[in-house]
């Protein structure tokens, strides 16, 4: 098993191998009740945290929410919140979010609003979920108008990563997450890319040689940052990048689109972006569409959706007032903000992303 540590004012540990679920008690303490958020369809995947933390004394609650997206939304987590009433659940008891990232950050965000937060330990059974959305403390659900619009930083109290679930993942979600992979790799550790470009096929499988490597990889840039910068005043939103032009898909396709796939078209707009706005060599932009594509992701979006994507765009967090601001790069590995770009700028890059 190995271990990355998330910094700040509270900090936690990533685990990552297999027999993590013996660290349970360890993170949970003097927890007497903890509530097992976890998406019903996914009970093989939530039986082996109940039967640990049963077998450690605790008073394991299973609680099923929808798969995916239709969980992180307001009536589930009200639902949860009655559940963890009707449990008697105190400040001394805790919550366990198993699933993949949207899961954890529903638990997470039920966790953050219970009692005005309760200890939450996050369990990720997909590739994003471990290399992102279990890692730092962002929680959210989301609403009609918007992706995560509603929310809390709360980190969690560790993060456990059991390689073993990713077996049972379907593909197209495997390589999803490798989205997120890939833009740690853009963002800040360019020897991500060269893994995955050796072989993208095998990169898009669990069993591939270097998923451990991709995984600690990524982990180990997003707790570097979040350790930094935990609620986003500046470094963290690297993390964000190709989620503008993502987070308006999401919206867009109600919420029934990948969020990686997501991201992946997103990256590419952000990579014209800065390529029109003359910081980023077209090399890179090539890179960007290449990379992606080789394990299978998509790199475009409907000529048709530009007006409504561009109105959706503008309530992304980054954004300030009508001002909106884009994560791109210089050059790999370099990080910058392109800030309140003109109209003709954003259409003219969503027409090299547009089929
Ligand atoms: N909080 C953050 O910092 C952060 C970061 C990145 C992404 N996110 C969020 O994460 C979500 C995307 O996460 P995701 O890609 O894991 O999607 P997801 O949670 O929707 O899971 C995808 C599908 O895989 C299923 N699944 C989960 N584990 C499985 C397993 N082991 N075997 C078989 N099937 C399994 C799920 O039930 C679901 O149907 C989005 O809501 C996104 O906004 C949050
Ligand atoms: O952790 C972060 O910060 C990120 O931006 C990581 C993203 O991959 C993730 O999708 C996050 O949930 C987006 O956050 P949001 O603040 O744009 O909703
Ligand atoms: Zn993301």
């Given at each position: 098993m190995s271990r990355v540590r998330v910094g700040g004012d509270a900090p936690y540990d990533v685990m990552i191998g297999t027999g993590v679920l013996g660290e349970l008690p360890s993170l949970l303490g003097e927890a007497g009740t903890v509530a097992v958020v976890h998406a019903e369809g996914l009970p093989e995947v939530a039986r082996p945290v109940c039967h640990a933390l049963a077998g450690a004394g605790y008073d394991a609650r299973p609680l099923p929410v929808p798969d995916g997206e239709a969980g992180k939304d307001v009536n589930v987590l009200a639902g949860l919140w009655s559940a963890f009433a009707g449990l008697g659940m105190t400040r001394s008891d805790a919550i366990v979010g198993v699933g993949g990232g949207a899961t954890t950050d529903l638990a997470g965000f039920a966790a953050a609003t219970w009692l005005r937060g309760v200890r939450a330990v996050l369990v990720p059974t997909t590739l994003l979920g471990m290399v992102d959305a279990a890692v730092g403390g962002k929680t959210a659900i989301d609403i009609p108008e918007g992706k995560n619009l509603v929310g809390a930083f709360h980190p969690p109290a560790g993060v456990l990563c059991d390689l073993a679930t990713l077996v049972t993942m379907p593909r197209e979600d495997y390589v999803a997450g490798l989205a997120e992979v890939i833009k740690a790799g853009f963002i800040a550790d360019p020897r991500i890319l060269e893994l995955i470009e050796e072989d993208p096929e095998a990169a898009g499988r669990p069993d591939g040689p270097h998923t451990l490597e991709l995984i600690e990889r990524a982990i180990a840039i997003k707790a570097r940052v979040v350790s930094e910068d935990l609620r986003e005043s500046g470094?963290?939103?690297?993390?964000?990048?190709?989620?503008?032009?993502?987070?308006?898909?999401?919206?867009?396709?109600?919420?029934?689109?990948?969020?990686?796939?997501?991201?992946?078209?997103?990256?590419?707009?952000?990579?014209?972006?800065?390529?029109?706005?003359?910081?980023?060599?077209?090399?890179?932009?090539?890179?960007?569409?290449?990379?992606?594509?080789?394990?299978?992701?998509?790199?475009?979006?409907?000529?048709?959706?530009?007006?409504?994507?561009?109105?959706?765009?503008?309530?992304?967090?980054?954004?300030?007032?009508?001002?909106?601001?884009?994560?791109?790069?210089?050059?790999?590995?370099?990080?910058?903000?392109?800030?309140?770009?003109?109209?003709?700028?954003?259409?003219?890059?969503?027409?090299?992303?547009?089929?």
């Open positions: 470094l963290r939103e690297i993390l964000n990048y190709g989620h503008t032009l993502g987070h308006a898909i999401e919206k867009v396709e109600g919420y029934h689109f990948r969020h990686g796939d997501a991201v992946a078209i997103g990256m590419v707009y952000a990579a014209e972006l800065a390529c029109l706005a003359g910081r980023l060599d077209t090399d890179v932009v090539k890179r960007h569409r290449e990379i992606l594509t080789a394990v299978g992701l998509p790199t475009s979006y409907a000529v048709e959706a530009w007006a409504e994507l561009r109105e959706t765009m503008r309530v992304d967090k980054k954004a300030r007032g009508a001002r909106l601001r884009f994560v791109v790069l210089d050059d790999l590995a370099v990080p910058g903000r392109l800030e309140n770009p003109d109209e003709d700028l954003l259409r003219s890059a969503y027409e090299r992303v547009a089929r």
